[in-house]
């Protein structure tokens, strides 16, 4: 029986390498589907914590995964000697930047190695972590290759960038179309026979994995853009006295030719502060510069200083300064309504605010405690009139549904609403928006 028959007749045992925001909502759909999975990760506390069926995944129902755990259909293990025991292996591990804003594709590069020894005939490797274009073939393949089995003839690799949008309730893994590109037109079949028994979503077959990677940068780069367009234009029109929600809102009237994006104190999350980078130094191999990227990237990362700048106005016009006044800042997530906070512009915002001498609590009722590096937060336990009161100012730097923001202008002397997540609160003198 041939692989694709296997995955087709759902007698495949399929591998999720890295069990974070990706890889465990996709390992918990393959098992859903029918197959034995087995989840790969090298944090002990993941794989105990799956084994016992206990979820902390957002997008994960924890029903799902404990019946699935314990009916025997999924199963964590930090032991890459089981990758043997799969006939398709998905890698979905972090592709962060390093210190030098570099790509730091370590994490892709020790889970291939971990596999290579226990890679074989017909078994496929999907790459879904995002990174810059060649990556597959350039770094992947001759790893795996060392196994001394070849590419399209031993083996199928592809390339299948993950869409996972943390939050999100209309589209999870199993309803978001994929796209996948293999090293040869067999590999792409391979891998779309694999997405296709597992999601509801159709699957888009490209030409190669440099296609799909090139994709996914796309995806994330137009929205980088467009942000750092719209940033620069809320710059801008603070200084001409306009309100450029309400430009964005009579924008919106046309019907085409438009799409809104929206102003903020920066980017956040896992792809779009991250991909153009990618992509960026990925361009300087060809001497080529991506002046337009670039030049977004810069709007959209001097956002949080420009809110503490705005801030520092606000409090010059009831002669306080930003030095000993007291911040309340309302959210650190990196979007509304989820308890993540990777690249979250809002605790950059915090950074800069206790780097020019600011007395700074947050709350936030999805992230009650975080650590960036030697910096480590807890949440005040409740959002108070007296918490409010007592704060010279009040920063709103995530728009989550769950907070009470009439409460907010009732009791805040004065507020900066950087997301419009107060547009609905009619008393306002005490209120300005980014």
């Known amino acids: 029986m041939t692989l694709k028959e296997k995955l087709l007749a759902r007698e495949a045992t399929l591998g999720v390498i890295g069990l974070g925001d990706v ?20 944090q002990k506390g993941k794989v105990d ?4 069926g206990h979820n902390y995944i957002g997008d994960v129902v924890n029903e799902d995964l404990k019946a699935l755990v314990d009916a025997g259909q999924l199963k964590a ?8 025991r799969c006939d398709c292996v998905c890698i979905c591990v972090p592709t962060p930047l390093d210190a030098h804003q570099q790509p730091d594709i370590s994490y892709v590069r020790s889970s291939t190695e971990s596999i290579m020894p226990f890679v074989h005939k017909d078994m496929l490797v999907v790459l879904e972590s995002t990174t810059y274009p060649g990556t597959t073939e350039e770094l992947v393949k001759p790893i795996l290759e060392k196994s001394g089995l070849r590419c399209g003839r031993d083996f199928y690799l592809a390339f ?23 090293c040869t037109p067999e590999c792409t079949e391979v891998a779309a026979a ?33 942000i750092g367009l719209i940033n620069e234009l809320a710059i801008l029109c603070d200084r001409m006295k306009i309100d450029i929600w309400e430009v964005i809102d009579a924008a919106k009237s046309k019907p085409y030719g438009f799409q809104a994006f929206y102003p903020g104190p920066g980017l956040g999350g896992h792809c779009i502060p991250l991909d153009p980078y990618y992509l960026s130094w990925k361009a300087r191999e060809y001497g080529f510069h991506t002046s337009m990227i670039e030049a977004s990237m810069m709007v959209n990362d001097r956002m949080p200083e420009y809110c503490v700048d705005r801030t520092a106005r606000i409090l010059n016009g009831v002669k306080k300064s930003v030095n ?33 001498g600011a ?24 959002l108070t009139p007296e918490a409010l009161e007592k704060a010279d100012i009040v920063l709103v730097t995530t728009a989550h549904t769950n907070v009470d923001y009439e409460l907010v202008q009732k009791h805040a002397r004065l507020v900066f609403d950087t997301k419009n997540a107060m547009k609905n609160v009619a008393a306002r003198d005490n209120i300005e928006v980014l």
């Open 194 to 226: 694999m997405y296709e028994t597992v999601l509801e979503a159709p699957v888009y077959k490209v030409s190669s994995p440099a296609i799909a990677e090139m994709e996914k940068i796309l995806e994330n780069t137009y929205r980088n853009v467009n």
């Open 77 to 84: 293990t930090s032991d890459f000697a089981d990758a043997a």
């Open 359 to 382: 007395d700074v609590e947050y709350f936030d009722p999805w992230v009650p405690r975080f650590r960036k590096k030697a910096l480590t937060m807890e949440s005040i336990p409740a």
């Open 49 to 52: 914590m799956v084994n016992a």
């Open 324 to 356: 000993g006044a007291k911040v309340l800042v309302l959210g650190v997530a990196y979007k509304q309504n989820i308890d993540d906070f990777r690249e979250s512009p809002a605790i950059c915002v915090i950074e800069e605010l206790l780097r020019r």
């Open 23 to 42: 890889g465990l909502p996709l390992a918990v759909e393959k098992a859903k589907a029918g197959f034995k999975v087995f989840g790969f990760d090298v």
């Open 160 to 182: 299948s960038p993950e869409r996972v949008d943390p939050g999100n309730l209309i589209y999870k893994t199993k309803n978001t179309p994929k796209v996948v590109g293999g």
